[in-house]
T-cell receptor
Framework: SQTIHQWPATLVQPVGSPLSLECTVE??????LYWYRQAAGRGLQLLFY??????ISSEVPQNLSASRPQDRQFILSSKKLLLSDSGFYLC???????????FGSGTRLTVV | GQQLNQSPQSMFIQEGEDVSMNCTSS?????WLWYKQEPGEGPVLLIA?????ELTSNGRLTAQFGITRKDSFLNISASIPSDVGIYFC??????????FGAGTRLTVKP
């Protein structure tokens, strides 16, 4: 069966520090991968998606970047965090477009 | 135009009551999905709908893909305390274009 792992679960980082969040999927090949951000009490905002290794699409201009160095690995990064980067970050995968997404358990990022 | 309008924003109900929530849009969607999110966790898929008019159940949950493809509803029958959470609708417009509603926060009083 397929599983998705996301870590760390919580993170407190100072403004200006770098960020690296990792997401891996097991039990499938060539998944579509997604990074979402959820502000407190709000809906989900798509940040990046990837349909293959090295293929990254960005949905909104921001202080973040994403990379997919391996088929089932998706990384969310920042060189210098801003206070506004705080939020709940969710990784998700789908077998292909048009099918339901499976979400990871999320990372709660607090920038102080 | 491509936003999903999800309502109600929140609901406070008594255990045993039925619940109904819906999502509407001015755009046509190819797929409708309903998710539930519990505090500190990622959303979990409850029901997926792939055809206009489709009515699908998952235990006490029932969801329908509107015939116009612009709306969907989710019903929960005989609510129980563990139904508490935030319910999100999601609609797929095209490849990799999945839109999420703002969520319905459900509170169930025992």
């Amino acid at each position: 069966s397929q599983t998705i792992h996301q870590w760390p679960a919580t993170l407190v980082q100072p403004v200006g520090s770098p960020l690296s969040l990792e997401c891996t999927v097991e039990g499938t090949s060539n998944p579509n991968l997604y990074w979402y951000r959820q502000a407190a009490g709000r809906g989900l905002q798509l940040l990046f998606y990837s349909v293959g290794i090295g293929q990254i699409s960005s949905e909104v201009p921001q202080n973040l970047s994403a990379s997919r160095p391996q088929d089932r690995q998706f990384i969310l990064s920042s060189k210098k965090l801003l206070l506004s980067d705080s939020g709940f970050y969710l990784c998700a995968w789908s077998i292909r477009s048009g099918y339901g997404y499976t979400f990871g358990s999320g990372t709660r990022l607090t920038v102080v | 135009g491509q936003q999903l309008n999800q309502s109600p924003q929140s609901m406070f109900i008594q255990e045993g009551e039925d619940v109904s929530m819906n999502c509407t849009s001015s755009s046509i969607f190819n797929t409708w999905l309903w998710y539930k999110q519990e505090p500190g966790e990622g959303p979990v898929l409850l029901i997926a709908l792939y055809k206009a008019g489709e009515l699908t159940s998952n235990g006490r949950l029932t969801a329908q893909f509107g015939i116009t493809r612009k709306d969907s509803f989710l019903n929960i029958s005989a609510s129980i305390p563990s139904d508490v959470g935030i319910y999100f609708c999601a609609g797929q417009l095209s490849n990799n274009d999945m839109r999420f509603g703002a969520g319905t926060r459900l509170t169930v009083k025992p």
